[in-house]
T-cell receptor, first 114, second 115 residues
Framework: DAMVIQNPRYQVTQFGKPVTLSCSQT?????MYWYQQKSSQAPKLLFH???????NEADTPDNFQSRRPNTSFCFLDIRSPGLGDAAMYLC?????????????FGSGTRLTVV | SQKIEQNSEALNIQEGKTATLTCNYT??????LQWYRQDPGRGPVFLLL?????KEKRKERLKVTFDTTLKQSLFHITASQPADSATYLC??????????????FGTGTLLAVQP
């Protein structure tokens, strides 16, 4: 089945130690998004790639970076994780910018910072 | 400021009844509005999309209304079942299409259907 896969499902990292979360898709969608979701809060868009074009949200901290080496893969890099970065990180894809068929989300990566 | 508001308190209903969830927004002009279901520890799953020029959309037991004057959407689940218990997220499609388009989510409403 075509899908969005996030690895790992659970990630524990040390305070200040760089960490990378990965997302892959078999849907051949051209847009990929990264959302951060804290407990009982709305998913918050960090940034997205429209094809190779990177679109950063104005309030996304510089600590968060992303890479998209090809259509299928996208990575979220947290350069120096703080305790406040503990959250569920959700990757999503859509066929184009206007998501007439909805976004397809992965199962998320739960990040714990110790 | 821009806001999307959903019932912050859980909605508890009896099996077989109709659940109605509300989404209100301010200072947005979305061309589309979407509803998602999210189970604990999982990513959201797309349910329905409604356009700004549509009043109502149905899919099986689900119905969505969209009132751009009131800036409100209502999401109904008829003949609710315990398996419908989940958090339901409202999302606004903003940005005018193209590379800058994106979905902005509400905090969601937790629905609990009692057998």
């Amino acid at each position: 089945d075509a899908m969005v896969i996030q690895n790992p499902r659970y990630q524990v990292t040390q305070f200040g130690k760089p960490v990378t979360l990965s997302c892959s898709q078999t849907l051949n969608h051209n847009v990929m998004y990264w959302y951060q979701q804290k407990s009982s809060q709305a998913p918050k868009l960090l940034f997205h790639y429209y094809d190779k074009d990177f679109n950063n949200e104005a309030d996304t901290p510089d600590n968060f970076q992303s890479r998209r080496p090809n259509t299928s893969f996208c990575f979220l890099d947290i350069r120096s994780p703080g305790l406040g970065d503990a959250a569920m990180y959700l990757c999503a894809t859509s066929r184009e910018g206007r998501a007439l068929y909805g976004y397809t989300f992965g199962s998320g990566t739960r990040l714990t910072v110790v | 400021s821009q806001k999307i508001e959903q019932n912050s308190e859980a909605l508890n209903i009896q099996e077989g009844k109709t659940a109605t969830l509300t989404c209100n927004y301010t200072n947005y002009s979305p061309a589309y509005l979407q509803w998602y279901r999210q189970d604990p520890g999982r990513g959201p799953v797309f349910l329905l999309l409604i356009r700004e020029n549509e009043k109502e959309k149905r899919k099986e037991r689900l119905k969505v209304t969209f009132d751009t004057t009131l800036k409100q959407s209502l999401f109904h689940i008829t003949a609710s079942q315990p398996a419908d218990s989940a958090t339901y997220l409202c999302a606004l499609d903003i940005g005018g299409g193209g590379a800058t388009n994106k979905l902005i989510f509400g905090t969601g409403t937790l629905l609990a259907v009692q057998p």
